[in-house]
Nanobody, 128 residues
Framework: QLQLVESGGRLVQAGGSLRLSCVAS????????MGWFRQGPEKDRDLVAT????????AYADSVKGRFTISRDNVKKTMYLQMNNLKPEDTAIYLC?????????????????????WGQGTQVTVSS
């Protein structure tokens, strides 16, 4: 059973940087496309970034392009989100998820409603 755990969130000032980690405490992430989501106060859960199974293809939401970088290390069973030039509007709970069977970004994006392997989330707060 694939179990994911997010970490790295904390309070930072606007313009600062953070690196979030998503570790598979059980199971393997190697075959699966993965992604980072975020959910702000009283907001829907939005897809922030997606990465295919071997890390060679990535995709970003327009709101984070040029500031965030998604990556993965399948040997360490970890996915990362490097966040630079943080803004107050980036404040949210950040969660990671894996596709149940596909390694492709397109399928991950199409099957968001079907995702079952979620972490508990890590809180990122950006002050003005």
């Amino acid at each position: 059973q694939l179990q994911l755990v997010e970490s790295g969130g904390r309070l930072v000032q606007a313009g600062g940087s953070l690196r979030l980690s998503c570790v598979a405490s059980e199971g393997s992430i190697t075959p699966f496309a993965m992604g980072w989501f975020r959910q702000g106060p009283e907001k829907d859960r939005d897809l922030v970034a997606t990465i295919n199974w071997d890390g060679e293809n990535v995709a970003y939401a327009d709101s984070v392009k040029g500031r965030f970088t998604i990556s993965r290390d399948n040997v360490k069973k970890t996915m990362y989100l490097q966040m630079n030039n943080l803004k107050p509007e980036d404040t949210a709970i950040y969660l990671c998820a894996a596709h149940p069977w596909s390694g492709k970004i397109q399928r991950f994006q199409e099957d968001v409603a079907r995702l079952r392997s979620w972490g508990q989330g890590t809180q990122v707060t950006v002050s003005s």
